[in-house]
């Protein structure tokens, strides 16, 4: 079977996570070690003001929520995302508003959020980069700056990808990062927030504290509580793993793009991810109308094809939220099919997997 995801292992992230088995110095909340040095380089990539690393990309959103006050606001967010998204809301009392998506990019609709803002109100805007695909940040940010919105940015699919030359994480006052090993830059488990924003220091700072069930003011053996907070902290594992990931990450997204090109231009699918020099390609998506059938196919030429995703509104648990008007969401999420395009992919294998959806749509 050609596997969905497959993260990039080599001997390098094997002896690094080796080095730090031996050592026994596995984790420590303050975040020292590794962790640090990951941090540190992490940020130095982004070219952002800081960065805190946590312990995943549901950390990363559910602390820049709670740093930012949200209870009882309004955020507004697409559906088509991974559940985190909108449970980083709802752990910390925000309300979503969900807001549709474009049928090219299937990334956040900046008039649709233009919209809603005016509609009802709120204090952040969430987008997600979906598989890898850069949204219209920059009009997104105009819009937020002209409403007084805080951005903060689910970037959990485009580690790596760039707006005119910038890197995302520069952009939004928060940006939150998933290094989960499906992810372009993988770890055994992890993520992180980088800042832009005129405090960022004490922000890095207060996020330092939150990420570690609140310890705070720490001297020596000494220290204090001030907020009561989850135990989010990077182990040294994970951290000595991403720190060899980080080195090969734009290598990695340029192989992704490779097979993105190959895609777009070999299947003959109408409506398919288009090819972008600034996406990433965490996935690739293609909609089909006979969905199952097309699942079907592929997994008996033996390939492994995923559904990315069911609209978080659909959900049992957001049920108060199932009859909202999104309808470029509800009519892709029933259509979707996401495609193998991690970097392990042979040429041989991109070729049966074109030929496979050739096949079933001729
Ligand atoms: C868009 C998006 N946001 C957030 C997350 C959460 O990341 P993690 O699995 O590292 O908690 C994911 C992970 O799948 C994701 O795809």
């Known amino acids: 079977m050609i596997k969905l995801f497959d993260p990039h292992v080599t001997e390098e992230e094997v002896e690094a996570a080796r080095k730090v088995i031996l050592s026994k110095n596995w984790a420590s909340g303050s975040g020292d070690g590794l962790v640090k040095e990951f941090e540190q380089k992490f940020n130095q990539y982004i070219g952002s003001d800081e960065a805190v690393a946590v312990n995943s990309g549901t950390a990363a959103l559910h602390l820049s929520m709670m740093i930012s006050n949200v209870q009882g606001k309004n955020v507004f967010v697409p559906s088509l995302s991974f559940v985190t998204t909108v449970h980083s809301l709802s752990y910390t009392g925000a309300k979503p508003i969900f807001v549709d998506i474009k049928e090219d990019t299937l990334c956040i609709d900046p008039d649709d ?11 952040i805007a969430l987008p997600v980069h979906f598989g890898g695909m850069p949204c219209d940040l920059v009009k997104i940010k105009k819009i937020c700056k002209n409403h007084a919105l805080l951005l903060i940015d689910d970037a959990a699919h485009v580690c790596g990808g760039e707006i005119n030359g910038t890197k995302i994480g520069k952009i939004a006052d928060l940006t939150c990062f998933s290094f989960h090993p499906v992810k372009n830059l993988a770890m055994p488990t992890g993520g992180a927030i980088t ?78 991810m288009k090819y972008e020099e600034n996406c990433v390609y965490h996935l690739y998506w293609i909609v089909t109308n006979n969905r199952e059938e097309f699942i079907r196919f592929l997994n008996e030429n033996e390939i492994e094809v995923g559904t990315h995703y069911r609209p978080i509104h659909n959900m049992t648990v957001y049920n108060d939220y199932k009859n909202i008007e999104l309808p470029v969401t ?33």
């Open 113 to 123: 959020l233009e919209q809603k803002i005016q509609n009802h109100g709120g204090i």
């Open 195 to 272: 800042i832009n924003n005129k405090d960022a220091f004490i922000l890095s700072n207060k996020l330092k504290s939150l990420r570690w069930c609140g310890i705070d003011n720490r001297r020596g053996i000494f220290y204090d509580v001030t907020s009561i907070s989850p135990n989010y902290y990077m182990n040294e594992i994970s951290a000595s793993i991403g720190l060899v990931q980080l080195k090969k990450l734009d290598l990695l997204n340029k192989k992704r793009r490779e097979i993105a090109k190959r895609y777009a231009r070999e299947i003959k699918l109408e409506t398919k």
């Open 330 to 362: 509800n009519y892709v999420s029933n259509k979707v099919v996401t495609l193998p395009i991690h970097p392990n992919l042979t040429d041989s294998e991109i070729t049966h997997i074109i030929d496979t959806i050739n096949k079933f749509v001729s």
